[in-house]
């Protein structure tokens, strides 16, 4: 039973854009939190941003980035499409990478891989230099 699916990778030059989307289904339509994790080549998967919500309107959403994020990334959530989407702008070489959308069903933020309940299949990054 696939529960997250991203789509939106794809090859872009350094400078340029990209929008990732995770669609969540079945059981992972109960996630509070959602976060982008990358993984380059030999090398470990690394946090890139999250979102958690509640099922209270008022309180919004809280968003948190890694340090190499901030400033060129923008993480949202589409409620009623069960979506979240990670905006990349001013892409680098060093972005080339999977990312991995995940799901837990607490709010909490959290930038560790092993508190998340749901993981996605990847979906490639290129930046060409």
């Known amino acids: 039973q696939v529960l997250l699916v991203e789509s939106g990778g794809g090859l872009v030059q350094a400078g340029g854009s990209l929008r990732l989307s995770c669609a969540a289904s079945?059981?992972?339509?109960?996630?509070?939190?959602m976060g982008w994790f990358r993984q380059a080549p030999g090398k470990e998967r690394e946090f890139v941003a999250v979102?958690?919500?509640?099922?209270?309107?008022?309180?919004?959403?809280?968003?948190s980035y890694a340090n190499s994020a901030k400033g060129r990334f923008t993480i949202s959530r589409d409620d009623a499409k069960n979506t979240v989407s990670l905006q990349m702008n001013g892409l680098k070489p060093e972005d080339t990478a999977v990312y991995y959308c995940?799901?837990?069903?607490?709010?909490?933020?959290?930038?560790?891989?092993?508190?998340?309940?749901?993981w996605g299949q990847g979906t490639q990054v290129t930046v060409s230099s």
């Open positions: 979102i958690t919500w509640t099922d209270f309107a008022w309180s919004g959403t809280r968003t």
């Open positions: 995940a799901g837990r069903s607490v709010p909490l933020q959290s930038s560790t891989a092993g508190d998340y309940d749901y």
């Open positions: 079945g059981r992972a339509l109960n996630t509070k939190s």
